[in-house]
C-alpha cells in the first residue's frame, strides 16, 4: 500500500506492506483527512481523521 511516512524528519511517501491486526486490534481505513493551515507543524498522534474500521481480529470489542 501507498502511505506517507516519516522518516529522518522528512515526509514522503513510500510502498509499504498491508497492515494485518494483532489479536484485540482494529484495522481501519481513512476516509479522509484535513488539517489547518496554521497547523503545518508536526501533528502528534491526534484525531485528525475519519476512520471506517475495515477488519477486526479474534478479541477486538
Do not use: F, K, Y
Request: glycine share 14%; charged share 25%; aromatic share 2%.
Amino acid at each position: 500500500m501507498r502511505a506517507a511516512v516519516m522518516r529522518d524528519w522528512s515526509l514522503r511517501v513510500d510502498d509499504i506492506p498491508d497492515p494485518v491486526p494483532g489479536g484485540g486490534q482494529v484495522l481501519t481505513r481513512v476516509l479522509a483527512c484535513g488539517i489547518c493551515g496554521s497547523d503545518l507543524h508536526m501533528l502528534v498522534h491526534g484525531e485528525e481523521s475519519r476512520r471506517l474500521n475495515e477488519e477486526l481480529s479474534d478479541g477486538a470489542g
